[in-house]
Each structure stands twice: as structure tokens, then as C-alpha cells.
């Protein structure tokens, strides 16, 4: 294979907390813009990752409603773990979310929103040192993360669960999913973590798309090239079905590596 000059993915810098903001700010703008396209029978509409619209928006508007006040969370945990004894810490804590919010219309729901996101989206940016220090592993055990401190939660995964659950709602409705300028931010971060955990040999991964890129996974000379669709790609790592296989040149087991790979959303 003839050698590739690109960007290798553990390259990407985290983002700074304005930065965390300033996409936060835009996902919530981009939802909402969704969200008042919605009629009555979108908001009833199944989602790839096991809701409805409006149990999955349920689910944005407790999580943002608890950011925004993080001293509530211990106690909502310890309230999920109880009332869903069967799940896991993460499954149930979202389970409640749905349960506490899923009476609200859809309307509700989006006047909620508007105005529980943007406090969460301040607070995260103004969370302490030592908050952000916390280990996530002792609220939810269990759950896998590439980095261990509520920081990795605050500045890459609440966005990032915010834009797929976007794309969710706009695949299960029919609707456009908009790409803004700060989409290819959440996009580099996922191809980051997936770079961390990345077991195959060295491949270079072209997403296509105004949000895409391309970058290296692994170490040394690539062995293989891939090429995807951003969205269907990010849709893929997510675990949902439906996206097509990404097109794969070169070392069959770097195709493989591919195929199989996830990362948490």
C-alpha cells in the first residue's frame, strides 16, 4: 500500500471548557431547531436505540436538568438503583430520567429544555477541579470509559450523547440532520477514543462529510485504507443498526478491527 500522509487521531487535543460551551450551546440550538419541526406523530416515532422521540427527548431533559444542578445526581442514582433493581447503575439512572419527564407533551418537553440546557451547559464550564477530578467508576461501575474522571464526562461524552440522540431523532422522523461548523468536533473526539482503544494494525480512516476527516488509527506504516460515511460511521460505532460497512482496502484484519469497533456515546 503506498504510504499515507495523515493526522494520527491520538493527536487530537481534548477540548477546552469555552470550547465544551460553545458546542454545547450549538447542539442545544440545532435540537431545539428540531424539535419545533416535530408534529404530533414524530414525537411517537421509534428510535434505533430502543425509545421513542419523546422518551428519548425525556431522557435529554433529565440529564440536562441534572447537570444543572449536580448535587441532585448521588441522590437520583441511588433512587434509579432502587427503583430498578435489575438494570444497571447507567441503565437505571436513565430509566428514571424517561420515568420522571416522560409525562410532559412534547412541547413541555422542548420548553424544558430550552430552559434547563443552557444552565447545564454553564455549569459544566464552571464545574471546580475537584469535581471534575471525581471518578465516574463509583457512581456507575461497570461502565467502560477511555478516561476515568467526571472531566471526560463534562467536556466530551454530554455532547456528544446530545448530538446522537440529535441524529436519532432526525433519522426516526425523516427529518435533515443539520451540520454545523462545531459537528466536526464531536466527530474528532469520537475518532479519538476510538484511536485509544484501537486493536488492529495501523489504518487510516477517511470520513466523508462536511463533519469528517482523516486520520491515522494505530502505530507505524498503514496497512490499510477505509472510507465512510460520517454520519452512518459515528452511527455505527454507537452499536445501532442499519449503518452500510465501511469500504476497506488493504490488511483484512485492520477491515475487521473496523467492523467490530465501538465507542461509548
Wanted: a positive charge.
Amino acid at each position: 500500500m503506498p504510504r499515507i500522509r495523515t493526522t494520527h487521531a491520538l493527536t487530537i487535543a481534548r477540548p477546552g471548557r469555552e470550547e465544551v460551551a460553545r458546542v454545547g450551546f450549538a447542539e442545544l440550538a440545532a435540537l431545539d431547531a428540531l424539535l419545533g419541526s416535530l408534529g404530533a406523530a414524530d414525537w411517537r416515532q421509534p428510535t434505533a436505540g430502543g425509545w421513542t422521540v419523546h422518551e428519548v427527548v425525556a431522557h435529554l431533559v433529565g440529564q440536562h436538568a441534572e447537570t444543572a444542578r449536580p448535587w441532585t445526581i448521588a441522590g437520583r442514582v441511588r433512587a434509579a438503583r432502587k427503583r430498578f433493581p435489575s438494570l444497571s447503575a447507567l441503565d437505571a439512572h436513565n430509566a428514571l430520567q424517561v420515568a420522571t419527564f416522560g409525562s410532559l407533551s412534547g412541547g413541555e418537553l422542548r420548553a424544558r429544555l430550552a430552559q434547563v440546557g443552557p444552565r447545564a451547559v454553564r455549569m459544566r464550564r464552571r464545574a471546580p477541579s475537584f469535581v471534575r477530578r471525581q471518578r465516574t467508576e463509583r457512581t456507575f461501575p461497570g461502565e467502560s470509559l477511555v478516561e476515568p474522571e467526571l472531566a471526560y464526562v463534562l467536556d466530551v461524552l454530554s455532547n456528544r450523547d446530545t448530538w446522537l440522540h440529535r441524529l436519532e431523532i432526525a433519522r426516526a422522523t425523516g427529518r435533515e440532520f443539520a451540520v454545523g461548523a462545531d459537528d466536526g468536533l464531536v466527530v474528532a473526539q469520537v475518532v479519538r477514543d476510538l484511536a485509544m482503544r484501537w486493536p488492529g494494525p495501523a489504518l487510516v480512516l477517511d470520513l466523508s462529510g462536511p463533519a469528517g476527516g482523516s486520520w491515522q488509527l494505530g502505530d507505524g506504516e498503514p496497512v490499510a485504507w477505509a472510507r465512510a460515511g460520517t454520519l452512518d460511521h459515528l452511527w455505527h460505532l454507537s452499536g445501532r443498526p442499519g449503518s452500510p460497512d465501511p469500504e476497506v482496502t488493504g490488511d483484512p484484519a485492520a477491515a475487521e478491527a473496523l467492523r467490530a469497533a465501538r465507542v461509548v456515546f
